[in-house]
Nanobody, 122 residues
Framework: QVQLVESGGGLVQAGGSVRLSCAAS????????MDWFRQSPGKEREFVAA????????RYAESVKGRFTISRDNAKNTVYLQMNSLKPEDTAVYYC???????????????WGQGTQVTVSS
């Protein structure tokens, strides 16, 4: 069992930066690929970023590539999402997820966090 708790969301102006954190409970955190997803009102949840178990591999949605950076600290059971050059269209609830696979989308997700709101004002 893995419990995930996101933090760091809030209101930020366009062009600004925010860092999200996701703290995991349990001793199996390092066994999971970790993902970030987001969901905007009226839209389906979408993939944002993923990081492999050891942190060597990452992948990003095209819409955030070059602006967002995912990282993890297995000693702290925490995954991060550094979001720079934020745009109003980045406004969403951001969810972290523990995933069984690196290259899949939601199909391999074993655990979800409760989400944290990020609002980008223009």
């Amino acid at each position: 069992q893995v419990q995930l708790v996101e933090s760091g969301g809030g209101l930020v102006q366009a062009g600004g930066s925010v860092r999200l954190s996701c703290a995991a409970s349990g001793r199996t955190f390092s066994n999971y690929v970790m993902d970030w997803f987001r969901q905007s009102p009226g839209k389906e949840r979408e993939f944002v970023a993923a990081i492999s178990t050891g942190g060597a591999r990452t992948r990003y949605a095209e819409s955030v590539k070059g602006r967002f950076t995912i990282s993890r600290d297995n000693a702290k059971n925490t995954v991060y999402l550094q979001m720079n050059s934020l745009k109003p269209e980045d406004t969403a609830v951001y969810y972290c997820a523990a995933d069984k696979f690196f290259d899949s989308s939601e199909i391999g997700v074993a655990y979800w966090g409760q989400g944290t709101q990020v609002t980008v004002s223009s």
